[in-house]
């Protein structure tokens, strides 16, 4: 969660929330236009310039909560436009997961030097020496930067005494670990598909709001709603993150109250990564391999797959615990669907690829589980539970936090061999992790357990958070410490045939 | 002063934790600074559902601040109502 965004934040939630009470309530979609004036009352703007824009932006996001396409505004139509494709109680969205909301971008430039009034039109002129490409001149008004010659080298703000000169770009592209923002014809932002890896960065980070990922919480409610038999398994960043009061036993009670059938801890499926994870990693590394990524982060996995192919091999084959706790819960239930709850939208294309479509069935963050919460009007911390959930061990449960999965999978390396000395390098933000690849790639992190994490202070630093990473850490360590079983291999949830040999 | 941060789920959702934050760091910043009322002291409580929004949609995320409620709180009333409070015997002197 980005945490001085609050407005953008706020309309991001309210919109999940509107969706998700439209879903249980069995409203016409037809109908979705009104929803925006209930979320936009008024004839003052609040966000933007007017209020028409304002209804037509949370109409697009409604929209694409729904899991359709963002529409520029040549395309925009009635707002339930292609409505009753998504009208249906299984998953419906494709590719492109992250989109820009085009009506909401306001074309901030790509990257400019620019004079502020803060100029003092000086004798010394500092700037105009130091141009190499001789582009300011100083005019009445003050220094002027020929955009034409300049070459954002940034000389000229570095030598300004007053500080008036400065540098800025799109916050948007500035976030993009991959480079995959581009601009339209009319300056706007575009996402490169082909290299976006659904970190989701930008959508924390742009600062009008205006990129945006699909969700599929109507899609789930609806197959609820309509008596299927839905599982949920929970990440386990999810500590901490429904209500400051709210117990995870209580978070649990408060999903079955929504209609599913029964939740279970990602982190079970996390022990299993580990299991696997330090098995290869004995057998494999250095003798095979020269160095093992983790395999958890959807879009770590996705950077390299892309941007590193020749070292692609080297990322751990283990599978992640998203996929081993929907196999557990389909081994027990086929007939059943599952929903994986986490902070994470790269999850979301996870899902999506051919071994885990047939095993997660919908994906949806904290944020939009907070919103069916909100819907039906349901307050987790006022029920009343017995017991404790434990289904993960401690280093499972520590997966949330970034360098928690390297850890689970350094200590059980050495509870299968206390001689092996394993060193580790966490890696945190999707930019960090390029930078280590490339030297990854020439051969300078050989012998090395390597934990990539596309968000900052790992999954407790995802896209879909509902609070801040500092809080949500400690409530994770907390939990994490709650836990009966010290080592994965103790954990006795796993099904004895499940268990590496 | 005594103030109260509801962490329902409606208030949760539109930021609670946040206006807690920026209370907590008020607490290990500003407020340790010289120039505050000695006799001020914030305590931060954190609440179930106070149950205003049941009441009145749209109001989260709600703080009661010494028993006067605000609705659709945000982080920077309620820090400025807690530093006119501290900083109180300056501005009266």
Redesign the interface.
Known sequence: MREFYNDIINIRRMVFAAIARIAYEDEDLKKLGDETYRLIPGEKAHYRENVFRERAVIGERLRLALGLDARTAAETGPISEGIENVDVDTRVYTPPLVSVIKIACEACAEKTVFVTNNCRKCLAHPCKNVCPKNAITIEKSGAVIDQAKCIKCGRCKTECPYHAIVEYGRPCAASCGVNAIKSDYLGRAEIDDSKCVACGNCIQECPFGAISDKSEIFQLIKAITSGKEVYAIIAPSFVGQFGALTTPEQVFDGIRELGIKDVVEVGLGADLTTLNEAKEFVETVPEKDPFMGTSCCYSWKLMVEKNFPEINDYISESSTPMVYTSHHIKKNHPDSKVVFIGPCISKKLEALQDHVKDYVDFVITFEELMGMFVAKEIEPAEIEVDGKIKYASVTGRGYAVGGGVAQAVKERIHEINPDMDVKVECIEGLAECVKIMRLAKLGMKNGLLLEGMACKNGCIGGPGTVVSAARARKSVATFSKESPYKSPADNDNINPEDMPK | MKIVVC????C???????I??SLENLKETILKKEGVNPVFDLDIE????LGEC?IKKAVSPVVVVDGVIYHNA??EEIMSVVLDAAFDNILTK
């Open positions: 962490v329902g789920s409606n949760t959702m539109m930021g609670a934790d946040s807690i934050a954190i609440a179930r559902c049941k945000s982080r």
